[in-house]
């Protein structure tokens, strides 16, 4: 579930005449690929970040958010040096529409392991929200999404050919996107569950 009023403010912001990319991002040129959460190599697999930001110097891929959250043993330094990953660190909930307004797209390069099987990613939908089309390893969580987003194994080739289908204005529409998730926030998971809870009511009376 995700607060829909809040992230969906970057639609907004990026049709808006005159906005400016946060400060941070002042220099990063356009398409800025971005990633919100904790980074830590329980879940990331960084040896296929590596290997899409190498196989595409032009492509920036901007990660926010806490590294090593969970895991103080994550490695990192295979992803250093690289001038085209950019880590900005953990930014306040607040300011994350403007960040994801300066996105061209977002991706979840998650490992297959058995945490990822058993996750499910809120930032999926906080990305969708935010009117930004989404590229992920296919998770069993995200399978039931497919229509709305792009799912793809591990690998650097055919994340690489998604990223570049998205980029280039492909895929699932902007509305066609935004009705996919229609009822996955925070409110409408309360009316399912006040309405269940009537129904059992209604039941056991």
Sequence with gaps: MADRDHFSASIALRQ?????????????????IGFVGAISSYKLDFGLIRAVALRHPEWHFVFIGPQSEGEPSTDLSQLFGLSNVHWLGPKPYSQLPRFLAAFQCAWLPLQCNGYTRAMFPMKFFEYLFAG????????????????????????????????????????????????????????GRTRRMLKLLRSQAECAG
Excluded: M, N
């Design 132 to 187: 930004l089309p989404v590229v992920s390893t296919r998770i069993h969580a995200l399978r039931s999404f497919e229509a709305i987003c792009s799912l793809c194994p591990p690998d650097p080739l055919e994340f690489s050919q998604q990223l570049q289908r998205v980029l280039g204005g492909e895929g699932p529409s902007l509305e066609k996107r935004l009705t996919g998730i229609d009822g996955y926030t925070y409110a």
């Design 16 to 32: 808006a005449p005159g906005f400016v990319d946060p400060p941070e991002l002042a220099g990063i040129p356009e398409p800025k």
